[in-house]
């Protein structure tokens, strides 16, 4: 057996360009998504207090951002409404409303940069329900499945006709794959992509994004009837497995980094597109640790995108996407 000192590791890692020349992943702008809110108004960047450096931009100034992106190199941004008050109502019925803050926002991201970068929106109820809850509840407040589903389907159908090029349903109903492929078919999106939330889990890391969509506040009771608990790992693949049996053509792990070892598995278990999502208690736990002086911000951010990859996704969803972009082009 051949060992030290015949086999030295630390022969490779001497010098810099031998550390490049045996790096096993490497990150690229082409590896991330960037998340970005929508609010109304004109003329607005409203920071969302509980996630640093994050902001609200109204429809007008959005595409300002998604320019951002393509000069960066990101492929793709994942959309998200901060609803209006009084546009929320007990069976968010505004998800359906063809000129909601969510379509006027592609359609003036597909305006200014047309197929130069994607757009990926958002599928679930919460934006626009006035409990909180990612689907219609009945009178004890549990949300229920077959109508939620129709009304996802008409949500998708609806982002669909703005532009959406992937649609990412979240709200982790049963069957919501199958009903909105089979409606995609039917209206003719047929390139339309669904990445599915496969293994969202009921964590307690997204307190930042509720407060950014605004749901936060309004949410009554949990979301542990749907979300997935997160002691749980073999259900995990039982439900990206249904996903991509009913027509997901990617899927991705939320949160990230407290589930690697599901996207790992995932990734081994299928070997198909799986993505993570870097959430805001994720993006906050940085910022925090940057404020205290605790940690430099581009090596913590470069060093976690990095662990995804090792992890087997082919993208990741963070808020510093940009940041990172521009770090690994410089």
Known sequence: MTSYPHVRLRRTRTTAWSRALHREVEVTPADLIWPLFVTEGHDLEVPVASLPGVSRWSVDRIAAQARAAVAAGIPAIALFPNTQPDRRSHDGGE???????????????KDACGHDIGVLTDVALDPYTSHGQDGLIDDAGYVINDETVEVLVGQSLNQAAAGADIIAPSDMMDGRVAAIRAALEEAGHINVQIMAYAAKYASAFYGPFRDAVGSGGLLKGDKKTYQMDPANAEEALREVELDLAEGADSVMVKPGLPYLDIAYR?????????????????????????????????????????????????????YHALHAARLLGA
């Open 95 to 109: 998800a359906l409303n063809p000129d909601n803050l969510m379509c006027r926002a592609i359609r003036a991201i």
């Open 266 to 318: 995932v990734k081994q278990a299928f070997g198909v597109p799986v993505f993570a999502y870097q959430v805001s208690g994720e993006y906050a736990m940085i910022e925090a640790a940057v404020a205290a002086g605790a940690a430099d911000r581009d090596k913590m951010v470069l060093e976690t995108l990095i662990a995804f990859k090792r992890a087997g996704c082919s993208g990741v969803l963070s």
